[in-house]
């Protein structure tokens, strides 16, 4: 959530970022600045009628006990009416404080200088391209066909189960899921991050936090008889860890990571783009957290998109980096970074990873804060990143590495797999 006091000094800059995001709602600046008006001069009014109501009661007690009950009485009456127009006041300012929360929950996060203008994937700025596409062989299948040839994701099985949505892994299918995991999370800790397990359900306050509330409560599995919601990556948990937290300036960068499964619904999803393991309802992913100094926030976004790149590398796929404009942004993001992997059998990119920069659209929610050196308190700020979601990792790894007698394991994996081909 954007900070008030930034909105109203800098009304044509916010103005301006907004229309990099092709913001369809620029009247909400105006409406927040008139409200925040009509919330100080409220504020101000109850303060100096709160003010004189003290020292009216300051005043009785002086005049009654130097027998002037007279004038006492007289003052006591004009402290009746003012505790009444206090109460108008109050109630004044609560309308006011709600009608501006829900304007300030509207708007979105104002894109980083470098973030370009646009409103479609298709205007988002290719940043790098790494590796050739993969040369496959003249009978090479997709793998939603790969995964029934050699037994190891079950669609039908998991429709029966639960839904579409949910395969059901199998023998090595399973096992290179699993080695994924741990090879991502070996290779998280090695950088420093520490890693959790976190609940997989979250409160309101949680999903209000990172802005999943009130912008996807549509997308999110909810539980209505506890209002708990199966989380939709593990960013909303781990960040949440810091909710109403003062961190010491030194503590800073808090740096985590965190295996889950995650859970989205999807909905409005269909179409060839979608099927096997390209969109799903619930997957595994490797998220990683930091909580930085607000110096150092797009110095770390840079390291954290190249450390997934490095995964990428390390697992020999055919990958592309790409800057995403404004309008393709996430709600709470600043800058973000896609990885997209190649994929030769379906012709086509794949999203597997996402690396943010929120600055304190976060942190301002969660009232995540630092104290500096000097002993000033400020918003942190905070970052996040797949690395990696697994689903279009492991379709990459069936249709890229196949050949026509077997699917090779890249090598990284093998020593997780105890495998190096499936056939």
């Known amino acids: ?158 429709t029966k189960i639960t839904g579409a949505g949910f395969p059901v892994y199998k023998g090595k299918g399973a096992r290179l899921q699993r080695a994924l995991i741990n090879f991502f999370l070996d290779r998280a800790t090695e950088q420093g991050y520490r890693e959790m397990q976190v609940p997989l359900m979250i409160n309101e306050a949680s999903g209000f936090g990172t802005g999943q509330l009130p912008d996807k409560e549509g997308q999110m599995y909810h539980s209505t008889v506890d209002n708990l919601f199966l989380i939709p990556t593990a960013e909303v948990p781990v960040t949440n860890l810091y909710r109403d937290v003062i961190l010491k300036e030194e503590e800073l960068p808090v740096k985590n990571t965190a295996y889950t499964p995650c ?62 404009c404004g309008g393709d942004m996430g709600f709470t993001s600043a800058m973000t970074y896609d990885m997209e992997v190649w994929s030769a059998a379906q012709q086509r990119w794949l999203e597997v990873s996402s690396v943010s920069n929120f600055e304190s659209f976060q942190t301002n929610r969660l009232k995540l804060r630092f104290k500096g050196n000097g002993g000033k308190t400020q918003l942190a700020h905070t970052l996040n990143g797949s690395a990696l979601a697994l689903p279009r990792i492991v379709a990459a790894i069936l249709e890229n590495y196949q050949t026509e007698d077997g699917i090779i394991i890249p090598e990284v994996l093998v020593k997780y797999t105890g495998f190096d081909r499936i056939d």
């Open 1 to 158: 959530m954007l900070q008030v006091n930034y909105i109203r000094e800098n009304r044509e800059k916010v103005l301006e970022r907004l229309g990099v995001r092709n913001f369809k709602q620029p009247e909400l600046v105006d409406e927040i600045i008139k409200l925040d008006e009509e919330r100080r001069q409220t504020q101000t009014s109850l303060d100096n009628l709160s003010a004189i109501a003290n020292a009216n009661a300051k005043q009785v007690g002086e005049l009654m006990r130097s027998g002037k009950k007279e004038e006492a009485e007289a003052i006591k009456a004009e402290t009746t009416s003012n505790k009444e127009h206090i109460k108008t006041l109050s109630d004044q300012l609560n309308v006011v404080e709600q009608h501006l929360y829900n304007a300030l929950v509207q708007l979105p996060n104002l894109p980083g200088e470098l973030v370009p203008a646009g409103a479609t994937p298709e205007e988002n700025e290719v940043v790098l391209t790494h590796g050739a596409p993969a040369e496959l062989h003249g009978k090479a299948l997709p793998h939603w066909e790969l995964t029934t040839k050699y037994d190891i994701i079950d669609f039908e099985l998991g």
């Open 263 to 324: 859970f989205r619904r999807e909905a409005g999803s269909y179409g060839a783009h979608v099927r096997g393991l390209n969109r799903l309802h619930q997957f595994d992913k490797v998220e990683l957290v930091q909580v930085v100094h607000p110096d150092k926030s797009y110095e770390v976004l840079e390291e954290m998109s190249a450390y997934v790149q490095s995964l990428l590398k390390d697992l020999g796929l055919h990958f592309r980096v790409l800057r995403l």
